[in-house]
């Protein structure tokens, strides 16, 4: 069991109030035990990363190449501590022993995609017809609120963390309560990288209490949150009061579209990934798979072969595809939608309970679940569920496809499979969703992008953009001409 504290200022800080976290395939196991925050412990730490930025302190904001070493050590210890950091992966989330190995390689490519960014970040000048000069500079937003999800506790993180160092922020950080523990071990990493003490800082406790008063504190220049879009609608709302700047990675409900002409096994493959990879927790999963009419019955029966061969267990074991949920109150929930599919009458293929034996009993298991012939309008196939359960629906036409992809508040992901370039570029250009995969599903590079349309979210991460997010553009007026012809021109003195 890991004992986790809150990081202010370099130092950890204990309380008297704490909360324990089970083990999702083994719920009598106990992963971390977490001391809880005071909201004077998060005032603390927001008092320091603005003193910090206001000040220049340890010339961070003014020193790049600082941030371009920090990160590149960043990334060298978590790949130093990648078996740690996939064990408590495993242990926290439930995440496959090979899913987590994958998660946390991707979490190091990302801090060092960002090193050297800092010595890259340039503004732009231009001389006017009067001959006086333009100056547009790219500055640090200043102190960065970062609360960030369970479901993939470090890359989510490192999109945040990453570019705000890269820029010359300071960083207050709220994880998600279920993964303290690998929160808490990667702030340590970055605590050994160099950094300054007080530059970044995390503040463990409950959204709600914490959460809220860092969305809500005006010494915090910026919100950066992935989570529920009911929250993120909050988020803003509460944001406006001060116009604090904003970035918003919300809900999915993704459309796999798959026509006729599609290499279909190359597809189910792809449709396996895409749809279950992380037990279906996922806001880029894609829970919605449109089938060409004709090749419906062909696809219905390879989707039911292949979620058969996956094997859904223990998360430690090298060749499990499907681990558990998250908690009870998410297997409850994912229990409920299938339950609903159920009584609004759609066609169970697969799936459909709790697994109750082969030693998961102790665990939060759910088959990969599939129904068919799902109406758009119902609610299994425009909510969230956040879970191993995919919806069918049917396609005539390649506007057919496009009206039933978009027609949904969602935008945030879409895999297009076919053998018709062409048509893809189409399909692609017409649906409205920030992230497109030909051919492919749920890749997401460092060098891409990552964001939503709709109620998807505001802002994007990762790549070029996921630094813009974090700068200021200012500009500088130079009037360096001596006459300065352009105030007489308005004034006779």
Excluded at 217 to 245: C, P, Y
Excluded at 296 to 313: D, H, P, S, T
Excluded at 364 to 393: C, H, R, W
Excluded at 462 to 489: A, R, S, T
């Amino acid at each position: 069991m890991i004992e986790v504290k809150s990081i202010i200022d370099g130092e950890e800080r204990k309380s008297d109030q704490y909360y324990y976290r089970e083990c999702p395939y083994d719920n009598e196991k106990i992963v971390t035990k977490t001391h809880i925050a005071s909201i004077e412990d998060l005032k603390s730490a927001i008092d320091i990363a603005r003193e910090i930025f206001d000040n220049d302190r340890y010339n961070w904001v003014s020193d790049y190449k600082q941030r371009d070493r920090v990160l590149f050590k960043i990334a060298e210890r978590i790949r130093e501590e990648s078996q740690t950091l996939v064990d408590l992966l495993i242990d926290e989330i439930g995440m496959p022993l090979r899913q987590a190995k994958t998660h946390v390689n991707a979490a190091a490519d990302i801090f060092e995609y960002y090193a050297g960014f800092g010595s890259k970040i340039y503004g732009n000048v231009k001389f006017l017809p009067n001959g006086d000069l333009v100056q547009l500079v790219k500055e640090p937003v200043g102190v960065v609120g970062a609360i960030t999800p369970w479901n993939f506790p470090l890359t989510q993180s490192a999109r945040k963390i990453a570019p705000a160092i890269a820029v010359g922020c300071t960083i207050v950080w709220k994880p998600a309560s279920y993964t303290s523990g690998i929160s808490y071990y990667l702030a340590k990493i970055i605590m050994s990288s160099g950094i300054p003490k007080g530059v970044i800082n995390v503040v463990f406790g409950p959204g709600d209490k914490i959460g809220s008063e860092l969305v809500r504190n005006n010494k915090v220049d910026k919100i950066s949150f992935t989570g529920e879009t009911t929250t993120g609608k909050w988020i803003m709302q509460e944001a406006s009061k001060d116009l604090k700047r904003i970035s918003l990675e919300l809900g999915g409900k993704n459309p796999f579209i798959l026509f006729k002409d599609a290499n279909l096994d190359q597809a189910i493959k792809g449709l396996m990934y895409g749809m279950f990879r992380n037990a279906g927790q996922a806001c880029g999963a894609t829970t919605r798979l449109l089938v060409e009419e004709e090749i419906a019955e062909k696809v219905e029966n390879k989707v039911v072969e292949a979620i058969k061969r996956l094997k859904v267990g223990n998360p430690r074991v090298e060749d499990t595809d499907v681990g558990p949920l998250v908690s009870k109150s998410q297997e409850n929930k994912v229990l409920n939608y299938i339950e609903m599919g159920l009584k609004e009458g759609y066609k169970l293929l697969v799936g459909g309970t709790k697994i109750r034996n082969n030693g998961l009993e102790r665990g939060y298991f759910i088959e990969p679940t599939v129904f068919s012939n799902v109406d758009n309008k119902s609610k299994i196939a425009q909510e969230e569920i956040f879970g191993p359960v995919l919806v069918i629906m049917y396609f005539k036409s390649e506007d057919e496809a496009i009206t039933i992809a978009n027609d949904i508040i969602y935008g945030l992901t879409a895999a297009i499979w076919t053998n018709d370039y062409r048509k893809a570029l189409r399909v692609s250009r017409r649906i409205r969703a920030g992230s497109i995969w030909i051919n492919d599903a749920y890749t997401q590079p460092a060098e891409g992008l990552w964001g939503g349309y709709k109620q998807s979210g505001i802002g994007r991460e990762l790549g070029l953009q996921g630094i813009e997010d974090f700068v200021e553009v200012k500009m500088i007026y130079n009037n360096i001409n001596e006459n300065y012809l352009h105030f007489k021109q308005v004034y006779k003195y």
